[in-house]
């Protein structure tokens, strides 16, 4: 009998290892944190990491154990918008440009292709364009985890809306922050009670425009905020007074627009990426079924399309920075990253090329401008020159405002400032540098981490997160 009683122990000892008696039990705290890059294609990533650390030096995105390349094309487009790329990874859906969180049929447009907008207010129709289709984050919020969206955009724009909202238009921000507000007219019900954290900019489209914002309905979403039960900050001291044992729900709107750009942010107003990311985690964490947390770069994007690549690099890695916290932060709550699933991913491309054959440059300091400065060659150590005499710089771009019609000589001094903008080969308007096709680089660790490999679909990564932890 006793021998029989310690097989019965060590068979419930096995049990219990392999349903919930250990740290990757089923009964322990699954989390998720999404991380995207905003245009933050290959070209772009690899002279980042040159700015940063070197041509052989590492960022914590090049340590991540799994990778992957993802096409990004959207449902009508060979090169995808914000929106339609960051909703495939949320939905598992192709969709058309500008569409937030909709199915494939939904169209941006009417009949005579105008925008279904008025100011930044939706005039998307009721019924008869599209559905609804379930993100990852409302999935989470189902399921009774923690749900966060991050980001140095406003927390309207497209990429954080596609977690929470669903709209045929991307622009109709004002109607998007509508949704994310419990307990107001036009909520998106499917988020219960509320998302846990929002971080970023964008106040105008939650304020009247009797207060300054944008709203055309006169109601103040951030009072609405604080009668939900929110703690509502707008700067770095209430963002820091904001204590996560104490919080339980955290809205956080910095600024009227966009967040600074790195390089131009005031670190006592306005809290970094890592920060926030931070921030984040610690209040998620307190969920004991486990968080979903989107954090996008926003800035990146915005960069690129001036040219200004300087600025674009920085805001690269201040985004690998809170990469960095959050694998630091995660591994001390779940050590060997057992129950937590962190994939790092781009929504799109750029045009930004590298030009050869540059010498190696290390990286930019007070000293050395580095990857933003002119090209030098290689073997002589001298200014390469264009067909007529002039030193041109490693960074260009396919198109963009900068293109001289005559080229002149430039100095590294000048192309190394933050405010320079890069030449381009085809002349675009002010800011309208344009996305690129090409596929993005994945990255991951932690649980079901293995699972991506390969080339694939932005719509797979949808499942392979469900699949990963059993969304």
Known sequence: MRKLGLIAAAVSAALLAGCGGNSSSNDAPKNVIFFLG?????????????????????????????????????????VTDSAPSMAAYMTGVKMNNEVISMSPETSAFDSTGKDYLS???????????????????????????????????????????TTYAHLCHRDGENTIAAQVVPGGSGYNSALGDGLDVLLGGGRQFFLPTAAGGKRTDGRDLTAEFKTQGYTYVKNKTEFDAAAASSTNKLVGLFTSGHMSYDLDRDASQEPSLAEMTS??????????KGFFLMVEGGRIDHALHETTARKALQDTVAFDNAIKTAIEKMKAKDADLKNT????TADHDHTLVLNGYAARTGPTTAANPGVIGLLKNFVTGLYNTDSSGNPFTIIGFGNGENRPATRSALTDAQVADKTYHQEAA??????????????????????????????????????????????
């Not at 699933?341 to 790092?344: A, E, R």
């Not at 540098?433 to 660790?445: I, M, N, R, W």
């Open 38 to 78: 905003d245009g933050m294609g290959m070209t772009t990533l690899t002279a980042a990491r040159i700015y940063s650390v070197g041509e052989d030096g590492e960022l914590t995105i090049d340590t991540l154990p799994e990778t992957a390349f993802v096409k990004t094309y959207s449902n009508n487009a060979q």
């Open 119 to 161: 100011g930044t207010d939706s005039t998307c129709p009721a019924s008869g364009n599209g559905t609804a289709v379930t993100t990852l984050l409302e999935l989470a919020k189902k399921s009774g985890w923690g749900t966060g969206a991050v980001t140095t955009t406003r927390v309207t724009h497209a990429t954080p809306a």
């Open 279 to 288: 921030k984040a985690i610690d209040i998620l964490s307190k969920n004991q």
């Open 341 to 344: 699933l962190i994939v790092v």
């Open 426 to 471: 085809i002349p675009m308007g002010a800011g309208s540098e344009t996305h690129g096709g090409t596929d993005v680089f994945l990255g991951a660790v932690g649980r079901g981490s293995e699972k991506f490999t390969g080339v694939i679909t932005n719509t797979e990564v949808f499942n392979l997160i469900r699949q990963s932890v059993g969304l």
